[in-house]
């Protein structure tokens, strides 16, 4: 592909106008291959919902 400016593909840099190869080439890795779906805790589950209860969001303004 020829793109209109200079572009980095698979840590070599070409030139706008150049020729860039599209192959993909596999990603190096990057340790999260391991990982399931089982493993991945979102903010919504109850791990992150047991903090004790309190006030949220900006205080009240105080009185003058």
């Known amino acids: ?3 209109d400016h200079i572009v980095k593909f698979n840590g070599k840099y070409y030139n ?8 993909e080439e596999p990603l190096p ?3 999260t291959e ?15 919902g047991n903090k004790a209860p309190g006030r ?7 009185e003058q």
Request: charged share 40%; proline share 6%.
């Open 1 to 3: 592909m020829i793109y």
């Open 16 to 23: 706008a106008g150049e020729e860039v190869p599209e192959k």
């Open 29 to 31: 890795f990057d340790g």
């Open 34 to 48: 391991g990982i399931s779906d089982e493993d991945i805790v979102l903010e919504t589950d109850s791990a992150v």
């Open 56 to 62: 949220r969001g900006r205080p009240k303004k105080s």
